[in-house]
């Protein structure tokens, strides 16, 4: 069992910043992957992005934007969010990826005013 502990939403303005944490309660592996994923009302829970043996993964909708982090010795990943817009408005979920689990985060909120 994984336990992933969020921190780091809230309300930020129109081009503002905001930088997510999820902490993991073991070790876990650089070839697995963690990341973060978001489920805004009414839509479908989508990756924003992961992170994999030292190689990122990036939505379309957040590269150039977004930039992701893992510090191993931490278990912990990081989200640094800039140049947000109304439409990152969302519950953001950190995931953990191991080759026969997935295990989840309790989700943070994050809302982007214009």
């Known amino acids: 069992q994984v336990q992933l502990v969020e921190s780091g939403g809230g309300l930020v303005q129109a081009g503002g910043s905001l930088r997510l944490a999820c902490a993991a309660s073991?070790?876990?592996?650089?070839?697995?992957?963690m990341g973060w994923y978001r489920q805004a009302p009414g839509k479908q829970r989508e990756l924003v992005a992961n992170i994999r043996s030292g190689s990122p993964n990036y939505a379309d909708s957040v590269r150039g934007r977004f930039t992701i982090s893992r510090d191993n010795a931490k278990n912990t990943v990081y989200l640094q969010m800039n140049s947000l817009m109304p439409e990152d408005t969302a519950v953001y979920y950190c995931?953990?990826?191991?080759?026969?689990?997935?295990?989840w985060g309790q989700g943070t909120q994050v809302t982007v005013s214009s």
């Open positions: 073991r070790s876990i592996l650089s070839r697995y992957a």
């Open positions: 995931n953990v990826e191991l080759w026969d689990a997935r295990y």
